[in-house]
């Protein structure tokens, strides 16, 4: 099936560890991005990218790095987790419709708990 | 920096009854606004999105609503059913990729 696919759905870290989360689309979409939700807040941007070898930081991207060498693949690297990261993590991919429409296909999302 | 607020947060109706769902947002100088519904567990799927040059679009029962002078939008369901379950997310395009800001999420409930 065309879409977004998320991989792990829950992860539990402990303080310190690295990892990465994984995210990849199959329809050829310019625009990846990772969002962490998190109650009360809304989704917030960590990171963005407008095509492969492309990547921007977003609202909140510090203690996170991404990559984009294939316009497949956008993998969100948590480089030592820390507590304050516990969250739900979803992938997005789009692309420009027209008038700042970005036909959005999220990812079913990653339920982290650091410890 | 844009703001954007729904409220409120967790909403329950019976069956059958219409409703509305309300975003407001800070900075009225948006490209467009959007609606999403989240269901629990999965990711966000796209419902509607109004362009700042509209006042409202309408999909089945669904009709979404832009006053942009006034920094509001409302989401209107008829005739709501169980399957209606789901948090309901508005999104607000201030300018660009990166400046798609979302609210916080109003979790609707339709009791049978």
């Known amino acids: 099936n065309a879409g977004v696919t998320q991989t792990p759905k829950f992860q539990v870290l402990k303080t310190g560890q690295s990892m990465t989360l994984q995210c990849a689309q199959d329809?050829?979409?310019?625009?990846m991005s990772w969002y962490r939700q998190d109650p009360g807040m809304g989704l917030r941007l960590i990171h963005y990218s407008v095509g492969a070898g492309i990547t921007d930081q977003g609202e909140v991207p510090n203690g996170y790095n991404v990559s984009r060498s294939t316009t497949e693949d956008f993998p969100l690297r948590l480089l030592s987790a820390a507590p304050s990261q516990t969250s739900v993590y979803f992938c997005?991919?789009?692309?420009?419709?027209?008038?700042?429409?970005?036909?959005?296909?999220f990812g079913s999302g990653t339920r982290l708990t650091v410890v | 920096k844009q703001e954007v607020t729904q409220i409120p947060a967790a909403l329950s109706v019976p069956e059958g009854e219409n409703l509305v769902l309300n975003c407001s947002f800070t900075?009225?100088?948006?490209?467009?606004l959007q609606w999403f519904r989240q269901d629990p567990g999965k990711g966000l799927t796209s419902l509607l999105l109004i362009q700042s040059s509209q006042r409202e679009q309408t999909s089945g029962r669904l009709n979404a609503s832009l006053d942009k002078s006034s920094g509001r939008s409302t989401l209107y369901i008829a005739a709501s059913q169980p399957g209606d379950s789901a948090t309901y997310l508005c999104?607000?395009?201030?300018?660009?990729?990166?400046?798609?800001?979302f609210g916080t999420g109003t979790k609707l409930q339709v009791i049978p």
């Open positions: 329809m050829n979409h310019e625009y």
């Open positions: 999104a607000v395009n201030s300018g660009g990729y990166q400046k798609v800001t």
């Open positions: 997005a991919s789009s692309y420009s419709r027209d008038r700042g429409d970005y036909g959005y296909t």
């Open positions: 900075d009225s100088a948006i490209y467009n």
